[in-house]
């Protein structure tokens, strides 16, 4: 199967389009995508640097890209904690470009409001086939229904798992038992533990996250 638009919902139905983990540095540079001016990619990968984002409490809650980051902050919603040693020009100004950002009204966050994406699964399942347990590219990754859509499976953190091709064409449209397949391990939905895993992992290279994030 391929992703498909509305998992990008989260539990309550709300569309949720900045999940966790969006911007994971070097997980969206397409092919082919090389600019023949230096600055504007410069820029462009620049915009898409991930932001952590604090809750008012300072609790991390969620990983962004500058892009977003910035628009939450000239709509009032969010303020800089920390900043690269970058700008981007508007037409007017110079912008410093934010590596932390904390909202200034504190947002409730249900547990299980991870939105359920195939970038998060993959994330989650660290880019693992739950099958053959074998590290892939995103590319060569599909998302596979444990129990079948076919058979009422349905599309969830606890029935989607990251998968090669190979495998997924192995099992079909049968249950890992019946494909003679194991899994790695019990898919579960994101807690704030894995998720707060997982924004150590995208933001390791930015020092300014640590205190954030309780290293
Ligand atoms: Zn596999």
């Known amino acids: 199967m391929g992703p498909n638009r509305h ?11 900045e999940a966790v983990g969006e911007s994971v540095p070097g997980s969206e540079s397409p092919a082919g995508s090389r ?3 230096p600055l504007m990619t410069r820029r462009a990968s620049l915009m898409q640097e991930p932001v952590l ?20 902050m000239l709509k009032g919603v969010a303020q800089a904690e920390e900043m690269h040693n970058a700008e981007v020009h508007s037409a007017a ?3 410093k470009v934010p590596s932390v950002i904390r909202l200034l009204a504190y947002r409730h966050i ?9 970038k998060n699964i993959l994330l989650r ?11 892939f590219p995103s590319s ?20 989607l798992v990251a998968c090669c091709y190979r495998c997924n ?20 939905p994101f807690t704030l533990h894995t998720s707060r895993q997982l924004m150590r992992l995208i933001g390791h290279r930015d020092e300014r996250w640590r205190k954030y994030l309780f290293y």
């Open 7 to 17: 998992m990008s919902v989260d539990s309550r139905g709300r569309y949720l389009p």
């Open 35 to 37: 600019s023949h001016n």
């Open 53 to 72: 984002v604090l809750n008012a409490t300072y609790e991390p809650i969620n990983v962004t890209a500058v892009r977003r980051a910035m628009v939450l």
């Open 93 to 95: 100004h110079a912008h």
């Open 110 to 118: 249900p547990q299980q409001s991870r939105a359920l994406s195939r």
């Open 125 to 135: 399942d660290r880019n693992t086939c739950q099958f053959c347990v074998r590290v």
């Open 140 to 159: 060569e990754l599909t998302l596979d229904h444990v129990m079948p859509r076919s058979r009422g499976g349905r599309s969830s953190w606890e029935n």
């Open 169 to 188: 064409n192995t099992k079909g449209d049968r249950t890992p038992e019946e494909a003679g397949l194991k899994l790695a391990r019990k898919p579960r």
